[in-house]
């Protein structure tokens, strides 16, 4: 499929979008609390996960960087039920020696996605499946446990972290949010997965937890499973789509069309 090509204009609007619409409170759902320190927001979400956000840094200049870091990490650490908390970088902040801060109070980067951002439409499209493959939207217990232990598998997680997405899911299930589970099945087994995450009172919807087993891969179940949930998006109102993506679902979004406005690394800290 050709896309009209995207110009820096278009670029410059989609991120502008992104910055007002989709930082803070539209990256914590299901959170259990936040605490504002300064310009940063401070989540804690169930199974003792700590999660920085925050809109910019407000013109912190590099001293300030460094108070701001430390104060985080001292609240994180005196609650005992933390055991791990990720920081959330885009390369288009202004952020004076963040990366350094962060390494100097325990925290290590992880490998950088892109920010991808689109039109909805571009992704809804017939997108044929191979024989025997099948999908649907899972709300079941058994469904969901199955379905991580699948990605789980594809990112080469443990069963514990399997065990521990499933419950998170499951708890986000209940709030009956607007959260979308959506599998691709094979002799009834699941062989790829992803979440759909409209996110309220903006014009965009979040694909999520792209996984697809390896055996599988470069099949178009991705990209069929990526049409499901683009077509649903559009259901619920929704014009635009994002993702923050590997560099393996990365080409496949800028294949229909969508644009890489800047990259996200998330840097983690366990105790």
Do not use: N
Request: with cysteine; charged share 30%.
């Amino acid at each position: 499929m050709s896309a009209d090509p995207v110009t820096d204009d278009d670029r410059g609007r989609l991120l502008a979008a992104y910055d007002e619409q989709l930082r803070t409170d539209a990256e914590t759902p299901g959170a259990l609390s936040v605490v504002v320190l300064g310009p940063l927001r401070l989540v804690t979400f169930a199974g003792g996960r700590g999660f920085v956000t925050y809109r910019d840094l407000g013109g912190a200049d590099a001293d300030e960087i460094v108070r701001l870091v430390g104060a985080a990490v001292a609240r994180f650490e005196a609650d005992p039920a933390i055991t791990r908390v990720e920081w959330k970088t885009r390369s288009h902040d202004h952020a004076p020696g963040l990366h350094q801060v962060l390494l100097d109070h325990g925290f290590s980067p992880e490998e950088p996605e892109s920010i991808m951002i689109g039109e909805a439409e571009r992704l809804a499209v017939d997108v044929p499946l191979p024989d025997g493959v099948s999908l649907r939207r899972i709300e079941e217990e058994a469904d969901v446990r199955a379905m991580c232990a699948m990605s789980a598998r594809a990112f080469g997680d443990s069963e514990d972290e399997a065990a521990e997405m499933s419950d998170a899911l499951l708890r986000r299930l209940a709030l009956d949010d607007g959260m979308e589970l959506w599998v691709a099945e094979a002799d009834g087994r699941v062989v790829s997965a992803g979440r759909l995450e409209p996110v309220a009172g903006t014009d965009f919807a979040g694909i999520w937890g792209g996984s697809t087993l390896e055996e599988w891969r470069g099949r178009g179940i991705y990209r069929a499973l990526t049409a499901a949930r683009a077509s649903s998006a559009l259901r619920a109102g929704k014009a635009l789509i994002h993702s923050d993506s590997t560099e393996y679902s990365r080409p496949i979004l800028e294949r229909y069309g969508f644009s890489k406005v800047s990259t996200t690394t998330p840097y983690e800290w366990r105790r």
